[in-house]
């Protein structure tokens, strides 16, 4: 420090002291941004999980600003979603406020108590219920599936209802539309038909297999 003619301290009161501002009122937070696109279900994918957006932005693109806690959406630099940020792949975190009417009605449901309603009906109504939430991406969107076709006891009665549903299980018809359709055409009237029995593999002719008529001689 001899060259400087000062000791460090001098030059820090003289130099940088002066140009010092104050620390941010908040933490510096890490964030990272990427591309996403709305589903039809309006959530966007984010590091395996899925984050709602407002719903007319299906299949618009909208861009994730992540940080440890948060996950925000923008679209066209706007800011249309955030959320607490979720470590739980293939899970759903979504805002009411993001629903479409139709599904706003329906959230107070949920599939254990769709599942109940449909076990009081018969065994078979629960099954359809099942497979219908099962295959649908999103809960919400199996709802109005599922208690549109409880309902449908109101009209045609429990039996019947049973009745279309077994069909509609062997069929794997799961659909409002189509168990609607079975009953108002009384095809819940006619013997269900048989599911098709899974393949274990295919049978082969061999001079040296016996098969079972072999034994009851």
Same mark, same amino acid.
């Given at each position: 420090?001899?060259?400087?003619?000062?000791?460090?301290?001098?030059?820090?009161?003289?130099?940088?002291?002066?140009?010092?501002?104050?620390?941010?009122?908040?933490?510096?937070?890490?964030?990272?941004? $990427? &591309?996403?696109? /709305?589903?039809?279900?309006?959530? =966007? *994918?984010?590091? @395996?999980?899925?984050?709602?957006?407002?719903?007319? %932005?299906?299949?618009?693109?909208?861009?994730?600003?992540?940080?440890?806690?948060?996950?925000?959406?923008?679209?066209?630099?706007?800011?249309?979603?955030?959320?607490?940020?979720?470590?739980?792949?293939?899970?759903?975190?979504?805002?009411?406020?993001?629903?479409?009417?139709?599904?706003?009605?329906h959230?107070?449901?949920?599939p254990?108590?769709?599942?109940?309603?449909?076990?009081t009906?018969?065994? $078979? &109504?629960?099954? /359809?219920?099942?497979?219908?939430? =099962? *295959?649908?991406? @999103?809960?919400?969107?199996?709802?109005?599936?599922? %208690?549109?076709?409880?309902?449908?006891?109101?009209?045609?009665?429990?039996?019947?209802?049973?009745a279309?549903?077994?069909?509609a299980?062997?069929?794997?018809?799961?659909?409002?539309?189509?168990?609607?359709?079975?009953l108002?055409?009384?095809?819940?009237?006619?013997?269900?038909?048989?599911?098709?029995?899974?393949?274990?593999?295919?049978?082969?002719?061999?001079?040296?297999?016996?098969?079972?008529?072999?034994?009851?001689?």
């Open positions: 420090m001899r060259v400087y003619g000062a000791s460090r301290r001098e030059l820090f009161e003289r130099l940088d002291r002066p140009a010092l501002k104050a620390l941010p009122a908040e933490p510096f937070v890490y964030a990272e941004w $990427k &591309t996403a696109r /709305l589903n039809i279900d309006y959530h =966007a *994918e984010i590091d @395996h999980h899925y984050y709602s957006a407002p719903y007319p %932005l299906v299949h618009e693109q909208v861009e994730a600003r992540m940080t440890a806690t948060t996950i925000e959406l923008f679209h066209k630099g706007e800011r249309v979603a955030s959320h607490v940020r979720s470590y739980v792949r293939g899970r759903h975190t979504t805002n009411p406020e993001h629903m479409p009417k139709s599904h706003r009605e959230r107070d449901w949920s254990s108590r769709i599942l109940h309603w449909a076990a009906i018969g065994p $078979k &109504t629960r099954e /359809l219920a099942e497979a219908i939430l =099962a *295959e649908r991406r @999103h809960p919400e969107q199996g709802y109005r599936s599922c %208690l549109g076709i409880l309902r449908l006891g109101k009209r045609y009665g429990n039996e019947r209802l049973e279309a549903c077994a069909r299980v062997a069929v794997r018809a799961r659909s409002y539309r189509h168990v609607e359709s079975m108002k055409n009384g095809l819940d009237r006619l013997s269900a038909p048989e599911p098709e029995a899974p393949t274990t593999g295919t049978s082969v002719a061999h001079e040296n297999i016996r098969g079972g008529g072999y034994y009851d001689n």
